[in-house]
């Protein structure tokens, strides 16, 4: 943990109304103040205790406390210091990192995860009957259970999509593990706007996880040996700008060189610089930078959008997504009432900490019905299945989801609808 980012906390408490802990339970030490404090205990010399390990579990890492800080303080790299320091020192109890070793070793690994696809298939509708009953007696293994969408067909993606008339750029284009395996129509979707936007689109087929799910949770070691691979999936590519369509992968990417850097000292590491030549840029943020070419067809639709909190609060990116949308003839676009609160998937948190997690996903769900909207859209895969989970888990009508890149794909085809 750096002192220095420790010592920029004036403890003001601008950070308390944005942190979804807080607002759920009202304790200091489940603020990111609080945390920083404990920080600055350990640092001068305090065990981490069990207690004090809690505390540091409980936080999203949502980041909506770092552009609600008037200090700058960086608790984005803080959380990520620490959870590694938790990680290497606090004794787990046997079953928990049994949970840990299971996540950590399926889900970083795409051909694992494909693995999964027939028994979830096959297993569909025994997982949400049994799930009621495996809650007593396992809670992180029943919202495994529940979280899994229904397996969508696999798509094959080309290594390389041309542009639509004149091209306009070459791009590369991250697929992904969890987006890749269970929403496969996302990057299909986005190939395909990308493509009628004027851009190559080029698709390594050695890439894999980008490495967020591990750093977000500790798992340092995990996490540089899957950002380097990404790195060198790239320039293999000959790309130099790589086009993201998930909010936490996209976040994990553009700290690759800071994240590299850290982890190499004051000696630095070849691996940052170049991290450095190579561009990484949300969907959203790069389509409004761009700027439209292909003609936009209406859809008679009402959208309700979800702000990701790490396209939002991480990257900042807020208007585009929206701007986007708006675009859209026909469509009517929704706010959901607070919207910068966490939805509680937060990568793996819903597994380590599913009543949390619940709690934080029946909100959301609440205020997503209140819009009326007729379809959520997300930016982030783990987002689209904590929200529909929550949903059925209210017994309430289905809401279709879909992505951005999705309604897109949608109106550029002059589809009735988002398929």
């Not at 395909?192 to 851009?199: I, Q, S, T, Y």
């Not at 700008?241 to 996209?250: E, H």
């Not at 976040?251 to 940052?272: F, H, R, T």
């Not at 959008?305 to 003839?329: F, K, M, N, T």
Request: charged content about 20%.
């Amino acid at each position: 943990m750096d002192p220095e980012l420790i010592n920029d906390c004036v403890h003001c408490g601008f950070c308390l109304p944005s942190c979804p802990t807080y607002v759920l339970w009202g304790e200091e030490m489940d603020s990111p103040r609080g945390r920083i404090h404990l920080m600055r205990q350990h640092v001068e010399g305090t065990p981490l205790t069990p207690e004090m390990a809690g505390h540091f579990d409980a936080c999203l890492g949502c980041m909506a406390c770092v552009p609600a800080c008037p200090s700058g303080v960086r608790y984005d790299r803080l959380i990520e210091q620490t959870r590694a320091e938790v990680e290497r020192t606090h004794v787990r109890e046997p079953d928990d990192r049994a949970l840990r070793a299971l996540v950590f070793g399926l889900f970083p690994y795409p051909r694992r995860l494909r693995a999964m696809r027939l028994p979830l298939r096959l297993s569909a509708g025994l997982r949400r009957a049994a799930a009621p009953r495996l809650r007593r007696i396992n809670p992180s293994l029943a919202a495994m259970a529940e979280l899994a969408p229904p397996p969508a067909s696999r798509v094959r993606l080309p290594s390389r999509v041309a542009a639509r008339g004149r091209r306009r750029a070459t791009v590369g284009m991250l697929t992904g593990c969890v987006q890749g395996e269970f929403f496969p129509q996302v990057n299909a979707a986005t190939a395909r706007v990308l493509a009628m936007e004027g851009c190559e689109v080029v698709i390594p087929r050695s890439q894999g996880c980008c490495g967020a799910l591990s750093l977000h949770s500790g798992r340092d070691g995990q996490a540089l040996r899957l950002a380097r691979r990404t790195i060198a999936a790239f320039e293999r590519a000959g790309v130099d700008t790589i086009v993201v369509n998930a909010a936490g992968c996209g976040s994990m990417m553009k700290g690759y060189a800071e994240i590299l850097q850290e982890a190499a000292g004051p000696g630095g590491d070849a691996w940052a610089d170049r991290a450095r030549a190579i561009r990484t840029v949300d969907l959203a943020e790069y389509l409004a930078e761009l700027g439209p070419v292909a003609e936009r067809h209406p859809l008679r639709l009402t959208v309700a959008y979800h702000d990701a909190c790490h396209l939002a609060h991480a990257q900042g990116v807020r208007s585009q997504p929206r701007a986007l949308l708006a675009g859209i003839p026909g469509l009517e676009l929704r706010e959901i009432a607070e919207s910068a609160i966490c939805c509680g998937s937060a990568g793996t948190y819903n597994i380590f900490r599913p009543e949390t997690a619940e709690e934080l996903g029946d909100r959301k769900a609440g205020r997503v019905l209140e819009t009326g909207a007729d379809l959520l859209v997300s930016a982030n895969p783990g987002c689209t299945m904590q929200i529909a989970s929550a949903i059925r888990r209210r017994g309430a009508a289905p809401v279709p989801t879909a992505h951005t890149a999705q309604v897109l794909d949608a109106s550029l085809r002059g589809l009735a609808g988002v398929p």
